[in-house]
């Protein structure tokens, strides 16, 4: 009996416990450095210099809510390439994607983007490839 006195009164606490760890550990890590690149044309994609790596990114389409796109990388002996969808100062849920390599090489993932009730259209995809995080700022279409 006092057992299961115990079990109720703490199965709520180690919930609650539980969600705000997986948040936490979800969430953007401030304290990493995090490269940003300016990428004018998505669908022409853009290119930077991470370290001695040469990556290019771009996506297939114009990016706009509700409609698939393709996110394509090319980070030349990469392993793990993952992107995530952000917009600063409002919590737009998990839209986290991992790229896959097709047979020449290029990480790919299709990926869609809610459309956020303030009507605010300004996102940023991180990139992250093998642990090396690039922020890529873009505003969607409508």
């Known amino acids: 009996m006092k057992t299961e006195k115990w079990v109720n009164h703490a199965l709520p606490f180690l919930l609650v416990s539980m969600v705000g760890i997986v948040l936490w550990l979800n969430s953007e890590r401030q304290d990493e450095s995090i490269l940003v690149i300016s990428c004018e044309d998505m669908v022409a994609g853009c290119v ?24 394509w990388v090319k980070a030349p002996g990469a392993k793990k390439v993952e992107a995530r969808f952000t917009m600063a100062g409002m919590d737009m849920g998990f839209n986290i994607y991992t790229l896959r390599a ?41």
């Open 102 to 142: 097709d047979s020449q090489g290029v990480f790919r993932t299709s990926a869609t983007l809610p459309v956020c009730v303030t009507g605010r259209r300004d996102w940023a995809m991180t990139l992250e490839i093998d642990g090396t995080r690039l922020a890529v700022p873009f505003v969607t279409d409508l």
């Open 48 to 71: 930077a210099q991470v370290g001695v790596r040469s990556v290019s990114l771009g996506t297939d389409v114009t990016i706009k809510p509700l409609k698939p796109f393709q996110v």
